[in-house]
């Protein structure tokens, strides 16, 4: 047969339902899949601001630091117009992503707190989000 093809939104759906009911151990050759097959570019540029919130949320919340996944999404955040578009909650999920996992991302942190404050963002943010 014709071979899958998911969406952004699929991908984002299933990290977030796995990650919101499970551990990594639920499904770990689930989660490598998909994974790989958002690093692999593909999604297309399909992939919105709330996407690659959830995806990172999800893979963090599981605690799966996949190098090459968080890699894409850093990159796909600082390639394009995908940086102004998030939302306070999007940013909050982002950052806490890469914290959980101890990954760090100089520049695509620097450009979402530059972005943050250029867009009055941060003044947008509830405690709750910056906590």
């Known amino acids: 047969g014709a071979p899958l093809r998911l969406s952004a939104?699929?991908?984002?759906?299933?990290?977030?339902?796995?990650?919101?009911?499970?551990?990594?151990?639920?499904?770990?050759?689930l989660m490598t899949a998909?994974?790989?097959?958002?690093?692999?570019?593909?999604?297309?540029?399909?992939?919105?601001g709330q996407d690659v919130a959830t995806l990172l949320w999800g893979f963090a919340a599981l605690g799966i630091h996949h190098g090459p996944l968080m890699a894409y999404l850093a990159q796909h955040v600082l390639?394009?117009?995908l940086l102004r578009t998030l939302t306070g909650r999007?940013?909050?999920?982002?950052?806490?992503?890469f914290d959980k996992l101890r990954a760090r991302n100089v520049e695509l942190?620097?450009?979402?707190?530059g972005q943050a404050v250029a867009s009055g963002l941060v003044a947008a943010f509830r405690p709750h989000e910056i906590a």
Request: net charge negative; aromatic share 6%; charged share 10%.
């Open 9 to 29: 939104q699929d991908v984002a759906l299933a990290v977030w339902g796995v990650a919101t009911v499970g551990s990594p151990d639920t499904a770990p050759a």
């Open 34 to 48: 998909l994974a790989e097959y958002v690093a692999s570019g593909s999604l297309g540029p399909g992939l919105t």
């Open 79 to 81: 390639a394009g117009p």
């Open 90 to 97: 999007d940013v909050a999920r982002v950052v806490w992503a």
């Open 109 to 113: 942190l620097t450009a979402i707190a």
